[in-house]
Every structure is written in C-alpha cells, then in structure tokens.
C-alpha cells in the first residue's frame, strides 16, 4: 500500500485499509452468527460459506493487485535484518517506534472491554455490542481521519488520538452504569481511527523505500509484543486492585506517548526542514 499509494494521499489509504479491516471485523462475528441461525448450528456449513471471501481475496491478490514497478536506482538489500541495513532505518522511525509502543502500552486488549462491561452489570446476550459498538466507531472514523492527516499533518491528530484514550480510560475507570460505560467504548473505537492509520502511515514515511517491509515487520513485532506485556500487566492490576486501576495504567502510559509523540513531532520537524533546506534527511 504505501509502494502504490500517491504521497499526498497515503493517510486516506492507511485509514480506508483500517475502515474496511474493521467493517469485516464486527460484520464477520454478525454474520457467522445469522449462518449459525439459517444452517441450525451446523458449523461445517458455516465454514464452507466462510471459505467463499477466502478465495475471493486471494484472487484478487493473484489477478488484480499487481507489485509495482521498483525503481532502477533502488539500493539493493541483501539482508535485511542485518545490523547495518536496521540502522538504515533512521532514528525518526525509531522514535515513531517507541511511541507505538507506549501507545500499545495504553491501550492493552479489547477484551477487557468485555470484562469491563461484564462487571457493570451488561447481560451476557448483549456483550457483544461491545465490539459491534467499538468497531463501528472506529470504520466510521478511520478513513475520514487519515484523508484529513493528509491535509493537516499527523501529528496533531495523534495527539487528538491520545487524549481521546485517557478520556476513554477514565469514563471505564469510573464506569458503574452504562452511560459511562457506553461512551468509553465508543470513545475508544474512536481513538483507534484516530491512530492506528496514521502510525502505519509515518512508519511508511520515515523510512526508505527499500526498507519499508522490513521496517513494518519490526513495527508489528514491537508492538505484538507491547501488546502482549500490556495485556498482562492489565490482568495483574485487575486481580490485584480492581478494574479501574487497569484503566488507570492505560491513561498513565497514555500520557507518556505524548510526551514521546512531543519529541518525535520536534524530529519532524527538523527532518522537513532538512529537506526543504536541501540538506538531506
């Protein structure tokens, strides 16, 4: 995507990616649930009708969607893992990096969410709003927020990402009915349209082109494993002391991404400057 997406419009792409991901995500689960009613809870005839999208997708990977033309003057890569081609990266990515992390940090799983509505009192047949909520904020924000990155800069709207997060943390850390409830996990769908397309976006940018898939396995792996240590310590702070303190936490690591993302909005910067200077990155 960020090989075949015009510059001026790789935010709009990331956020389409990330709106039509999550509209299958939430429309899936609905939609395996209507096959279970129609088909009497005959699962093998629910995953015959679910290998109909599998091959529609790989055919349009094997037919449509074609790898673009690398340019002749591409540096070549011969090991990409090596010491000296992750140093290639650039300290701007890495610093796009670290702020994922905390990021990751503060967000831990979704399902906590559930959890959380769990103990509020939610009834069990109607937990599953809770995604179906989460994920229909976040496919409708997704797309229009990286078109408007790409106008406005990603940044700011990463920071608008982040106090949405703490703002989301609090209403669930409070949470003891459901106005609270609902509108934290709507707030926080919106928070991921807010973010996750806009950092696959700079990670896209502040790399070269030949490092791009390398540079993106490393994100992901990071932030996997951010994820995972978040998820954790979440679980801990929940047995330990209660599910508000889970929230807490999130809104603390939170507030430290943005003091990272203040840092990485000065490097830039000065990278832009840089180049409009002509000095290079």
Not at 59 to 87: K, Y
Not at 100 to 111: C, G, N, V, Y
Not at 208 to 223: D, I, K, Q, S
């Amino acid at each position: 995507m960020a090989d075949l997406a015009p510059p001026t419009l790789r935010g709009a792409a990331f956020g389409l990616r990330q709106s039509l991901d999550t509209v299958g995500a939430f429309l899936g689960p609905l939609l395996a649930i209507g096959l279970m009613w129609l088909f009497a809870d005959n699962l093998r005839n629910v995953f015959w009708v679910a290998v109909i999208p599998a091959f529609l997708s790989l055919a349009l990977i094997l037919f449509v969607v074609h790898e673009p033309a690398r340019p002749a003057n591409r540096r070549a890569v011969r090991n990409p893992l090596s010491r000296a081609e992750l140093r290639h990266l650039g300290s701007i990515y890495w610093w796009v990096v670290a702020v994922a992390t905390l990021f990751t940090m503060a967000r831990f799983s979704e399902a906590f969410l559930i959890l959380r509505a769990e103990e509020t009192g939610v009834p069990i047949m109607l937990v599953p709003l809770v995604f179906v909520g989460m994920n229909a904020v976040y496919a409708l924000s997704a797309y229009p927020v990286g078109a408007l990155s790409d106008r406005i800069g990603r940044v700011e709207l990463l920071g608008l990402g982040l106090a949405t997060l703490i703002v989301a943390d609090l209403f669930l850390a409070f949470a003891q009915g459901y106005v609270l409830l609902s509108a934290g996990i709507l707030i926080w769908g919106l928070h991921m349209g807010l973010t996750q397309g806009l950092l696959s976006a700079l990670v896209a940018e502040t790399v070269p082109e030949e490092l791009r898939g390398t540079a993106f396995g490393m994100f992901n792996l990071v932030t996997g494993v951010a994820l995972l240590a978040a998820s954790v310590l979440a679980g801990v702070l929940w047995q330990e002391f209660g599910a508000s303190w889970s929230f807490f936490a999130g809104a603390g690591f939170a507030g430290l991404a943005a003091l990272g993302l203040l840092r990485l909005r000065g490097r830039l910067n000065h990278h832009a400057k840089a180049m409009r200077d002509g000095g290079g990155a």
